[in-house]
């Protein structure tokens, strides 16, 4: 995609996404923060557990926890919303000249937009402790790659899920195990050290540690780490257009 059509892609991506988020809040009191209290709820109860009940001794733990929710809950729900979009969007797809590789992006961007109603919080969280530092700017970079990541997943998911109804099922196993598998409420320098590097093959590990780094001033995870998930995220990106587009002729017959 390149120029003009590019241009068109994320055109199309925006307005799908204003259009799904419309959607989404109508008819509700709260609107875009119901992600937030969910959020905050999820938030309450895992501080209460793990500094209270059975405290990791992690510092500002709140706010660090918060920032691992956000990223995480980004992930999880592009994903798993991203792996079903073409059967949600079935419609669309029946559409001649509609680029079906749209609808697995619009569903990554979706839950973008509680990212950013979730972030004035926790940096208002940060500034508060004392805790937020200029290497906030490099927050956006680190948006880019995660934004990049999903989507490769998401193109290879949803096109599989045309064919295999059991994908979605399968992801939404997978993503509970890999929660687990996140620092999102432990610190990963707490881990026995003879596992640390088996936790950043999860791309999701040196992003959180990235998104840590920038907001509260933690370590930058090593910097092999750092790059391998960017590489990867442009390699999986790269292969899931390609899936996709391979695997896109079938659609409307199976669909």
Do not use: K
């Not at 307005?15 to 109508?26: P, Q």
């Not at 040196?206 to 780490?225: H, N, S, T, V």
């Amino acid at each position: 995609m390149q120029g003009a059509g590019a241009a068109h892609f994320r055109d199309l991506v925006v307005h799908l996404a204003r259009s799904e988020v419309a959607s989404r809040n109508r008819w509700t009191a709260l609107g875009a923060a119901w992600p937030l209290v969910r959020q905050l709820a999820q938030l309450g109860v895992l501080v209460f557990v793990f500094s209270t009940v059975l405290d990791l001794g992690i510092d500002d733990f709140a706010p660090y926890v918060f920032s691992g929710l956000i990223a995480w809950n980004w992930f999880s729900t592009g994903v798993a919303d991203g792996t079903s979009s073409l059967l949600r969007g079935r419609h669309l797809v029946f559409q001649p000249r509609f680029p079906t590789s749209v609808l697995p992006v619009v569903a990554t961007v979706v839950p973008l937009v509680d990212v950013l109603v979730a972030l004035p919080v926790l940096l208002g969280m940060l500034a508060v402790a004392g805790e937020l530092h200029w290497s906030a700017l490099a927050l956006p970079a680190l948006l880019a790659v995660q934004l990049v990541l999903m989507a490769g997943i998401v193109w290879i998911a949803s096109a599989a899920t045309v064919y295999l109804r059991d994908v979605p099922n399968l992801v939404l196993v997978s993503l509970t195990l890999l929660f687990y598998l996140t620092p999102v409420f432990y610190a990963l320098p707490r881990v026995p050290e003879r596992f640390q590097d088996v936790l950043r093959l999860n791309p999701m590990t040196p992003l959180l540690e990235g998104y840590r780094a920038a907001l509260m001033g933690q370590p930058w995870p090593p910097a092999p780490a750092l790059a391998g998930v960017c590489v990867a995220a442009v390699a999986a990106a790269a292969l899931g257009f390609w899936a996709f587009r391979r695997m896109s002729p079938g659609f409307v017959d199976q669909l």
